[in-house]
């Protein structure tokens, strides 16, 4: 199947701090998204995004599918942003979703 | 518009009982899938339902564990003779359109299993 690796493992941040978190993927997909998972073990849509950049607030993603990566930005972070952020790829022709091992963020007041 | 719900958020069982997971996807989907998270690990794919069918079922153990999602009421996950390995967190996943087209995934808040 395919490998999704995400850098870095952890990450702690002061409260303010700037952050840029990557997602690689070994084949081609079809479909990608990002999740936040917060210490209360509930996860969050953060963006489907396929391909291209979008933006939400602080946060904004980007993801080149030719060269077969994403990266997830943190601006100004917060406590509130602490917790796991997963990746999820769908291969083509693969009707499931393979996630990533997470970057762990603590964000310090 | 209601979100994924699951049931029950918790739920502790004994060596050898039996573990029924219950899953109610968002309102229009018909796409269904079942995730497995142990302490501390990443989300590791079960098994994939689409209406009174399992389309892919790769992730799931062949013993012990099998999934239904019927014409009628919510996707079910059952784990037989649990042990203590099945201890998890179990999240439930609907999409409106299957993996390999558009279809984007959304998360019930999962069930979390203890077993003594």
């Known amino acids: 199947g395919i490998q999704v690796e995400q850098s870095p493992p952890d990450l702690i941040l002061q409260e303010g701090a700037n952050s840029t978190l990557r997602c690689n993927f070994s084949?081609?997909?079809?479909?990608l998204q990002w999740f936040h998972q917060n210490p209360w073990g509930q996860l969050i849509n953060l963006f489907y995004?396929?391909?291209g950049t979008k933006q939400n607030g602080r946060l904004s993603a980007t993801t080149v599918a030719t060269e077969r990566y994403s990266l997830l930005y943190i601006s100004s972070s917060q406590t509130t942003d602490s917790g796991v952020y997963f990746c999820?790829?769908?291969?083509?022709?693969?009707?499931?979703?393979?996630f990533g091992s997470g970057t762990k963020l603590n964000v310090k007041p | 518009n209601a979100g994924v719900m699951q049931n029950p958020r918790h739920l502790v069982r004994r060596r050898g009982q039996e573990a029924r997971l219950r899953c109610s996807p968002m309102?229009?989907?018909?796409?269904v899938y079942w995730y497995r998270q142990l302490p501390e690990e990443g989300l590791k794919f079960m098994v994939y339902?689409?209406?009174?069918?399992?389309?892919?079922e790769s992730g799931m153990p062949k013993e012990r564990f099998s999934a239904e999602f019927p014409k009628e009421g919510p996707s079910i996950l059952r784990i037989q003779q649990v042990v203590r390995g099945d201890s998890a967190a179990y999240f439930c996943?609907?999409?409106?359109?299957?993996?390999?087209?558009?279809?984007?995934?959304?998360f019930g808040e999962g069930s979390r299993l203890t077993v003594l």
């Open positions: 996943a609907s999409s409106p359109g299957a993996a390999v087209d558009t279809g984007e995934l959304f």
């Open positions: 084949d081609s997909v079809n479909n």
């Open positions: 995004i396929p391909s």
């Open positions: 999820a790829v769908a291969p083509y022709n693969f009707n499931k979703f393979y």
């Open positions: 309102k229009g989907h018909s796409h």
């Open positions: 339902l689409q209406k009174e069918n399992i389309i892919d």
